[in-house]
């Protein structure tokens, strides 16, 4: 008898299906553990569309069910997601020297840019040796301390520019934007990077906004692999464009210090800035194209993601104003108001520290951290990690987990100033807040996005009063999230200074 044609793929479906779960009953039985828990999937495309628009909500809630140790299969790739604080220390503590690698998405491979990268950089000699450079010649307190003047005057020069503009509605992120932007200029290449009027720097700006774009887009080629080389969405060769605009504004100021006329200037250490410091490491091992990939990924990982935060602190103060005028009464105290803020003052603000904490904790800007990537196979919680599996952690659900934190979805920093939580900090150490990661591939823009966050909304806050437009109250700010590779506002924070400071003081 003749078995019909569509029969046939049914047995030979069947028979494959059958097969891949032999392999892994089998690889199951040799390691003795299997692997964590997780919801049924379709055949080809897996979990994808459990996922929806808002992912991070979308994986707490099956994290609910199956629990903190979550397998997925999203297309082609077997990960695996943390949701908690116990399971996040396994991962980036006890395991951190397995689980150190990184899944690699298709933009960051845009211009071999990944080959590079300190943030997509496969771990092994030459990524150490990044982060060395980064840990301790670009972002030590010494270096920090040294280039304080220069975030200073830049910050200063925001203030100044807000107040000229005299009652006027002020966009707060893209204000913070430009602040952090020309902050790190200066600290890059001791002069600002932003000039609205010159199209080069206009189009440098254009381009950091893009790729975070385009960074967080959901990418085919990322779930199967085997689409790469079509870039159904085009999102590779866009990322490819902005990459190249980029790279030629950076290369602008490189072959500008290493021209005739800065051969005879030689910086001390000091004084030296951050291209500085890169060109005296340069090598056969570490060229000026690493050079120009590293200054690149400095502005795209530490303007968006400050911005966001800032944008974030503002937005919870402005809506709860007995928060905003405890920040301001400290401010206060301890600044007074016949002088300006300086960083140095910022060690004795616990209130406005614990605010920052607050909105860490409950605006996570990277919701779902970079992914990592197993190096080989381990146990966790008595389940497998299989080899090259892709490890994530939803930091944004183990800022809401109502086991960890009181009334978790309520803005409250005074919950950083009480009890056992006034030892937890965001610096890597404490799971329950890990914004910047930990371990080794903890952020190492850290201290720097620690200290600009902290003088930046304290000097807003102490330079003036912020009104809402158009008769708005603060019940009525819209406080929606909109997600991406950053958990942005979906509304613009815009509001009305009044200044509270002499005006010679501006």
Not at 111 to 132: A, C, Q, T, V
Not at 450 to 457: A, D, G, P, T
């Amino acid at each position: 008898m003749e078995i019909p044609q569509l029969s046939w793929y049914s047995v030979l479906f069947t028979a494959a299906s059958l097969l891949f779960i032999f392999f892994l009953w089998r690889r199951q039985r040799r390691t003795g553990f299997p692997l964590p828990p997780g919801p049924p999937s379709w055949p080809l495309v897996g979990n994808l569309f459990q996922l929806g628009k808002r992912p991070h909500e979308s994986l707490y809630a099956l994290s609910l069910k199956y629990g903190p140790l979550m397998t997925l299969h999203l297309g082609m790739k077997t990960t695996v997601l943390v949701s908690s604080p116990a399971m996040a220390k396994e991962v980036l503590k006890t395991h951190d020297h397995i689980l150190a690698g990184r899944t690699v998405i298709e933009t960051a491979k845009a211009l071999s840019h990944h080959k590079s990268s300190l943030i997509w950089g496969e771990y092994g000699p030459y990524w150490r040796n990044l982060r060395r450079i980064s840990t301790v010649e670009l972002f030590s307190t010494k270096r920090m301390e040294a280039l304080e003047h220069l975030r200073r005057d830049q910050v200063f020069r925001t203030i100044r520019l807000i107040f000229e503009e005299k009652g006027k509605v002020v966009d707060i992120g893209r204000t913070v934007f430009f602040t952090s932007l020309n902050s790190l200029g200066n600290m890059i290449f001791s002069t600002s990077v932003f000039d609205p009027n010159d199209p080069a720097s206009a189009g440098f700006k254009d381009s950091i906004w893009e790729l975070m774009k385009l960074g967080g887009t959901p990418n085919l080629a990322d779930f199967f692999p085997i689409l790469r080389f079509l870039d159904p969405q085009g999102v590779s060769r866009q990322t490819a464009k902005h990459f190249k605009s980029m790279y030629d504004f950076v290369d602008f100021f490189i072959q500008k210090r290493l021209g005739p006329a800065c051969e005879s200037v030689e910086a001390t250490d000091s004084k030296k800035d951050f291209l500085d410091v890169l060109l005296d490491f340069r090598s056969v091992d570490f060229t000026l194209v690493d050079i120009r990939a590293l200054i690149s990924e400095f502005f795209i990982a530490g303007t968006e993601t400050t911005t966001t935060t800032i944008e974030w602190a503002m937005a919870e103060l402005i809506h709860n104003p007995q928060k905003l005028n405890r920040v301001q009464q400290e401010l206060d105290e301890v600044v007074g108001c016949n002088r300006r803020v300086e960083e140095s003052d910022l060690d004795d603000l616990p209130y406005l520290h614990a605010a920052v904490k607050e909105t860490f904790r409950l605006h996570q800007t990277v919701p779902l951290l970079l992914p990592h990537k197993a190096e080989s196979s381990c146990e966790i919680g008595g389940f497998l990690i299989p080899k090259d599996t892709q490890v994530m952690m939803n930091v944004w659900a183990i800022g809401r987990d109502p086991e960890t934190w009181s009334n978790p979805s309520e803005f409250v920093p005074e919950r950083f100033l009480e009890g056992e939580n006034r030892k937890i900090d965001y610096k890597g150490q404490n799971f329950e807040l890990i914004p910047f990661g930990s371990g080794r591939r903890i952020c190492p823009g850290l201290p720097l996005a620690s200290r600009m966050i902290n003088f930046v909304l304290a000097s807003l806050l102490h330079s003036f009063e912020w009104v809402l437009p158009d008769g708005m109250s603060c019940e009525q700010m819209d406080m929606a999230d909109e997600f991406g590779l950053t958990l942005k506002k979906a509304v613009e924070l815009k509001a009305i200074p009044m200044p509270r400071l002499p005006h010679h003081l501006y």
